[in-house]
């Protein structure tokens, strides 16, 4: 199947695109800006991996876009879209997921701090230790979602670990397994963004 992957040096789009290529999925890929551009770099010896300045057709079965939609992107005829962390968009088969505290490899990161939703949040804030779901984690069912369909069309993601938490938003909220501790993704994190420090972005 063929994707439309967009702003894809967002870390978390590299993610998804990392993932769709090691399912066998053939990747076009749009870049929003220049951050975190080195990111790419590690796509181009996947054949099933193209960075497109703009979509090569006015219709693709699945585009992934985190972050705001760009403007052509209304345009697209897609069977299924997927808007992470965005906007609220009215879209014909549009589904909207939230989940705003995702934590990985290439996020961006300062030595003690996490950027999420412009606002600092440390390693041992207790927020960040309640709400906080390792990358891996959710792109497991994020995937069912894209192979199966998801449970709604807007889908608030949270650890199952703080599931007790979930708010006026029960029906749309979706509790995600984890398969190790937070502590332990965490001290993951950190040991690669001290590995890797100099071409991380700065939080």
């Known amino acids: ?22 399912e066998g999925y053939e990747v076009n890929a749009v870049k929003s800006n220049n951050n975190n551009e080195h990111l790419v770099d590690f796509f181009p ?17 699945l585009v992934i876009c985190v972050g705001p939609l760009p403007q052509f992107a209304k345009k697209l005829e897609c069977k299924r879209i997927f808007l992470i962390n965005s906007d609220s968009i009215n879209l014909d088969h549009a589904i909207s997921i939230q989940a705003p505290y995702l934590f990985g490899e290439w996020m961006p990161l300062s030595d003690d701090d996490l950027l999420q939703n412009e606002n600092q949040i440390t390693f041992s804030a207790s927020e960040y230790e309640k709400e906080g779901l390792y990358i891996a984690d959710f792109l497991e069912v994020f995937m069912e979602w894209v192979e199966k369909g998801p449970p709604n069309s807007e889908i608030y993601v949270k650890s199952k670990r703080n599931g007790e938490n979930t708010g006026k938003k029960l029906e749309k909220t979706f509790l995600v397994d984890e398969n190790v501790p937070i502590e332990e993704n965490l001290k993951q994190v950190i040991s690669h963004y001290q590995q890797f420090k100099d071409l991380y972005q700065s939080s």
């Open 1 to 22: 199947m063929q994707a439309l992957v967009l702003n894809i040096t967002d870390w978390i789009s590299y993610h998804i695109a990392d993932r769709l290529l090691s």
């Open 45 to 61: 010896r996947n054949s099933n991996f193209e960075l497109v300045e703009e979509p090569l057709q006015t219709s693709y079965p």
